[in-house]
T-cell receptor, first 115, second 114 residues
């Protein structure tokens, strides 16, 4: 079956531009996570969506970062006025979100390069 | 605050050797979950195991085994008779009880040489 997909796979943008990164979770998964992985680093939690509940935005590094999830499915991570330190791989993961089943399925990531 | 430490940045072994990847965590929660993920060179993270804080039983799955010790806040991962295909970056992670946030270690890169 289809896994988590992300687009674009690579994005090069100029400093100061806005970018949108898209995540298509596995159908039926109610939980969705965004992470940032800088070169040689672990994953940094950004935001979590669970069903229709208010998202947990506590990991967003600044107010230039925002995310939404429409219809409980597709999610978009937006970075405004990009900076060079935003360069990283942005990973999305989804999970069934059911009691006892919170295994995360990761997408391939979007590699963002800010020049 | 929650924190996961993987002190080994990179490990190199020769095929068929056993190798243990260390993971130490910090949390004040009494209920939490621990995970291991594998990130092969292709890039996509793959779930390996989940453990809850109330289950300290060690687990074995084929060549993989995990040793969870609450007394030392450790959740170590051992690969027996390593193979070249085991070469990857391995991440240990901790989640809060409601799975709303995950804390990942910085990863250990395992190189298995033929």
């Amino acid at each position: 079956g289809a896994g988590v997909s992300q687009s674009p796979s690579n994005k090069v943008t100029e400093k100061g531009k806005d970018v949108e990164l898209r995540c298509d979770p596995i159908s039926g998964h109610t939980a969705l996570y965004w992470y940032r992985q800088s070169l040689g680093q672990g994953l940094e939690f950004l935001i979590y969506f669970q069903g229709n509940s208010a998202p947990d935005k506590s990991g967003l590094p600044s107010d230039r970062f925002s995310a939404e999830r429409t219809g409980g499915s597709v999610s978009t991570l937006t970075i405004q006025r990009t900076q060079q330190e935003d360069s990283a791989v942005y990973l999305c993961a989804s999970s069934p979100g059911l009691a006892g089943d919170y295994e995360q399925y990761f997408g391939p990531g979007t590699r963002l390069t800010v020049t | 605050a929650q924190k996961v430490t993987q002190a080994q940045t990179e490990i190199s072994v020769v095929e068929k050797e056993d190798v243990t990847l260390d993971c130490v965590y910090e949390t004040r929660d009494t209920t939490y979950y621990l995970f291991w993920y594998k990130q092969p060179p292709s890039g996509e993270l793959v779930f390996l195991i989940r453990r809850n804080s109330f289950d300290e039983q060690n687990e074995i799955s084929g060549r993989y085994s995990w040793n969870f010790q609450k007394s030392t806040s450790s959740f170590n991962f051992t690969i027996t008779a390593s193979q070249v295909v085991d070469s990857a970056v391995y991440f240990c992670a901790l989640s809060e009880a409601n799975f709303n946030k995950f804390y990942f270690g910085s990863g250990t890169k395992l190189n298995v040489k033929p």
